[in-house]
């Protein structure tokens, strides 16, 4: 069973950086395209980042292009969310999930995302 644990997250002043982690066990993470969700409080889950299992498709929402980078490593089962230049408006808990569909480069639809973990607090704050 595949099982992802964030971490990474903390309080971070505005224009600042954090790199957060998503570590894969139970299962091969090759096998799995990877997204990056965010909720703050009071709001619904947001997109805000995918890549596919090959790591050559990639997807981010338009609130962070240019800002956040996802990569991933799959010799050590981690998908990583680069982010900077954050704002207040990036507070939220983030998580990441897991898909199995489509080939190697195919980026899922957020629908597509089944497993996940339990989230990292990101909070940017002056």
């Known amino acids: 069973q595949l099982q992802l644990v964030e971490s990474g997250g903390g309080l971070v002043q505005p224009g600042g950086s954090l790199r957060l982690s998503c570590v894969a066990s139970g299962f091969t993470l090759d096998y799995y395209s990877i997204g990056w969700f965010r909720q703050a409080p009071g709001k619904e889950r947001e997109g805000v980042s995918r890549?596919?299992?090959?790591?050559?498709?990639?997807s981010y929402a338009d609130s962070v292009k240019g800002r956040f980078t996802i990569s991933r490593d799959n010799a050590k089962k981690t998908v990583y969310l680069q982010m900077n230049s954050l704002t207040p408006e990036d507070t939220a808990v983030y998580y990441c999930?897991?898909?199995?569909?489509?080939?190697?480069?195919?980026?899922?639809?957020?629908?597509?995302?089944?497993?996940w973990g339990q989230g990292t607090q990101v909070t940017v704050s002056s």
């Open positions: 999930a897991a898909a199995m569909v489509g080939t190697s480069d195919y980026v899922p639809e957020e629908a597509d995302f089944t497993s």
């Open positions: 890549i596919s299992r090959s790591g050559y498709g990639v």
